[in-house]
């Protein structure tokens, strides 16, 4: 039976903000990242005005890979990776954000760990934007509501191009830029793109203004990366959590479709470079009169990307309500629980088939080379006495994960480049700034308070995925 490619990037993925800790090491300035303190479970990240006295901010150290990353790739090599996908952070190339130079020590320390990588034919996968971009461009210049974060952003990526253009050939410009679709929450506009909305303020225009500057500086960026080396592989990033209608109703069908209008057109522009004609439609019945230019229109359309990349963790579902004739989709209200499916203690319905669907969905409408970068189960791991964690529970969800992934690979026939599983060594949760909701295939000895040895060791989804790999995902 076919299988995956024999160049299947099997591997795993992180971003710099949730391991690398350092922040203030080798010249980083502050990210967005190191301004948002712990949360929990129902309990959002504060965000803060600067770094407080008193506060708990786990990004600060995180896992210390920035001192550790020699002895933990060896580890991800052990497991037999084939890539390893990880951010640049932003801060520490240009730590204000509006240099003309950049720091060298930051620019330093990304070669040595490239190096590392190069060193046990481990490609890296690197994304320029995962939700750690200078925290003084926010206070300064209003994050991507101003204009002058395109030219920061296509100065930043072209020195990372120019610099890694031997190194690094996968990239990626904004991680999950499509999160900010759910406006309503302070986290995704803020770790996206910036954005602290004043009081009152309509908020949904100016995370359109944001997202529009966002998709012409990744098309800059895409242009100039293929200038710079033309064999480089550029693609957007994708949060993909299908909307599904929670009946055959087909009322409760156009309300899938038009939430999916709203979370995915992202890819559209991505992809085809231009806007959908239902989103044009929607600015002019909402009356949102968005700094759009004829340039922005043409530079959308030479800087199309090369691949979709995607994180997938779950679905979600959605009904028509009579009070909502339009079809107006709020990811506050809209969502309903889905009966058919379980969810993990962080609410997060688990739903294998879904990935399948998504790729689908995702090779249908663009036809373009498709990489799964962020699949996982964020749970509580026990540590048993001998030391060991049986993440049983991981190693199903994600087995029952690639069964689907293959078959959209073999039945389907989607074109999937490579596969790496979010967290593959514990860090700090993006969403809850928590320790204790764990992805990794290596434990990492640290709680919630920020106590513990930050030793490493292997849980048994390590010897799992080892295998899983080596057979090139024959035995699933
Ligand atoms: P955490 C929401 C929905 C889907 C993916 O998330 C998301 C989020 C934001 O929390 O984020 C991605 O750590 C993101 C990673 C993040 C990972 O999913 O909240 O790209 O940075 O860590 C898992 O459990």
């Given at each position: 039976?076919?299988?995956?490619?024999?160049?299947?990037?099997?591997?795993g993925a992180?971003?710099?903000?949730?391991?690398?800790?350092g922040?203030?090491?080798g010249?980083?300035?502050?990210?967005?990242?190191?301004?948002?303190?712990?949360?929990a479970?129902?309990?959002?990240?504060?965000?803060t005005?600067?770094v407080?006295p008193?506060k708990?901010y786990?990004?600060?150290?995180a896992?210390?890979?920035y001192?550790?990353?020699?002895?933990?790739?060896k580890?991800?090599?052990?497991?037999?990776?084939?890539?390893?996908r990880?951010?640049i952070?932003?801060?520490r190339?240009?730590?204000?954000?509006d240099?003309?130079?950049p720091?060298?020590?930051?620019?330093q320390?990304y070669?040595d760990?490239?190096?590392?990588?190069?060193k046990?034919?481990?490609e890296?996968?690197?994304?320029?934007?995962?939700?750690?971009?200078?925290?003084y461009?926010?206070?300064?210049?209003?994050?991507?509501?101003?204009?002058?974060l395109?030219?920061?952003?296509?100065?930043?990526?072209?020195?990372?191009?120019?610099?890694?253009?031997?190194?690094?050939k996968y990239?990626m410009t904004?991680?999950?830029?499509?999160?900010?679709?759910n406006?309503?929450?302070?986290f995704?506009p803020?770790t996206n793109?910036?954005?602290?909305y004043k009081e009152g303020e309509?908020?949904?225009p100016?995370?359109?203004?944001?997202?529009h500057?966002?998709?012409v500086?990744?098309?800059?960026?895409?242009?100039?990366g293929?200038a710079i080396?033309?064999?480089?592989?550029?693609g957007?990033m994708?949060?993909?959590?299908?909307?599904y209608?929670?009946?055959?109703n087909?009322d409760?069908?156009?309300m899938?479709?038009?939430?999916?209008?709203?979370?995915?057109?992202?890819?559209?522009?991505?992809?085809r470079?231009y806007?959908p004609r239902?989103l044009?439609?929607?600015?002019?019945?909402?009356?949102?009169?968005?700094?759009?230019?004829?340039?922005?229109?043409?530079?959308?359309?030479?800087g199309?990307?090369?691949?979709i990349?995607?994180?997938y963790y779950?679905?979600?579902?959605?009904?028509?309500?009579?009070?909502?004739?339009q079809l107006?989709?709020?990811?506050?209200?809209?969502?309903?629980?889905?009966?058919?499916?379980?969810?993990?203690d962080?609410g997060?319905q688990?739903?294998p088939?879904g990935?399948?669907?998504?790729?689908?969905?995702?090779?249908?409408l663009y036809?373009l080379?498709?990489?799964?970068?962020?699949?996982g189960f964020g749970?509580?791991d026990?540590?048993?006495?001998?030391?060991?964690?049986n993440d049983?529970?991981?190693?199903?969800?994600m087995q029952s994960?690639?069964?689907?992934?293959?078959?959209?690979v073999?039945e389907d026939?989607?074109?999937l480049?490579?596969?790496?599983?979010?967290g593959?060594i514990?860090?700090?949760?993006?969403?809850?700034?928590?320790?204790?909701?764990?992805?990794g295939f290596i434990?990492?000895?640290?709680?919630?308070?920020g106590?513990g040895?930050?030793?490493?060791?292997r849980?048994?989804?390590?010897?799992w995925?080892q295998?899983?790999?080596?057979?090139?995902?024959?035995n699933?």
């Amino acid at each position: 039976m076919p299988g995956f490619k024999a160049d299947f990037l099997w591997g795993g993925a992180v971003a710099a903000h949730q391991l690398e800790g350092g922040w203030q090491e080798g010249g980083k300035g502050v990210s967005v990242a190191d301004v948002m303190t712990a949360g929990a479970h129902g309990i959002p990240r504060e965000i803060t005005d600067g770094v407080l006295p008193g506060k708990n901010y786990p990004n600060h150290d995180a896992i210390d890979f920035y001192h550790r990353y020699k002895d933990d790739i060896k580890l991800f090599a052990e497991m037999g990776f084939k890539c390893f996908r990880t951010s640049i952070a932003w801060t520490r190339i240009f730590p204000k954000g509006d240099e003309l130079e950049p720091n060298e020590a930051g620019l330093q320390f990304y070669d040595d760990l490239f190096d590392e990588c190069l060193k046990y034919n481990i490609e890296p996968v690197i994304t320029l934007s995962h939700f750690e971009m200078p925290y003084y461009l926010v206070t300064e210049y209003g994050g991507w509501r101003n204009r002058k974060l395109i030219d920061f952003f296509v100065r930043f990526a072209k020195t990372v191009f120019t610099r890694y253009k031997s190194k690094v050939k996968y990239w990626m410009t904004f991680n999950e830029i499509n999160n900010q679709a759910n406006y309503h929450e302070d986290f995704a506009p803020f770790t996206n793109s910036g954005l602290k909305y004043k009081e009152g303020e309509d908020r949904e225009p100016v995370m359109y203004q944001a997202a529009h500057y966002e998709l012409v500086a990744s098309a800059l960026a895409v242009e100039a990366g293929h200038a710079i080396n033309p064999d480089f592989q550029i693609g957007c990033m994708i949060a993909m959590c299908p909307v599904y209608p929670l009946t055959c109703n087909p009322d409760d069908m156009m309300m899938s479709v038009s939430a999916m209008h709203r979370r995915y057109w992202f890819t559209d522009v991505h992809v085809r470079g231009y806007y959908p004609r239902h989103l044009l439609n929607y600015f002019a019945r909402k009356g949102f009169n968005l700094d759009i230019t004829d340039e922005d229109l043409q530079i959308l359309k030479r800087g199309c990307v090369d691949y979709i990349g995607f994180s997938y963790y779950m679905s979600f579902a959605t009904k028509a309500t009579a009070d909502n004739p339009q079809l107006d989709y709020d990811e506050t209200k809209s969502l309903v629980k889905n009966p058919y499916v379980k969810a993990s203690d962080w609410g997060w319905q688990i739903d294998p088939v879904g990935l399948r669907y998504s790729l689908n969905y995702f090779y249908d409408l663009y036809q373009l080379p498709l990489f799964i970068v962020e699949n996982g189960f964020g749970a509580i791991d026990q540590k048993e006495s001998d030391g060991s964690v049986n993440d049983q529970y991981r190693i199903e969800y994600m087995q029952s994960h690639l069964r689907e992934m293959k078959k959209a690979v073999v039945e389907d026939g989607v074109d999937l480049m490579g596969y790496t599983p979010w967290g593959c060594i514990d860090l700090v949760s993006a969403g809850t700034g928590e320790m204790k909701k764990r992805y990794g295939f290596i434990y990492v000895d640290k709680d919630n308070e920020g106590n513990g040895t930050l030793e490493r060791s292997r849980k048994k989804s390590f010897w799992w995925y080892q295998q899983t790999i080596k057979s090139n995902g024959e035995n699933l």
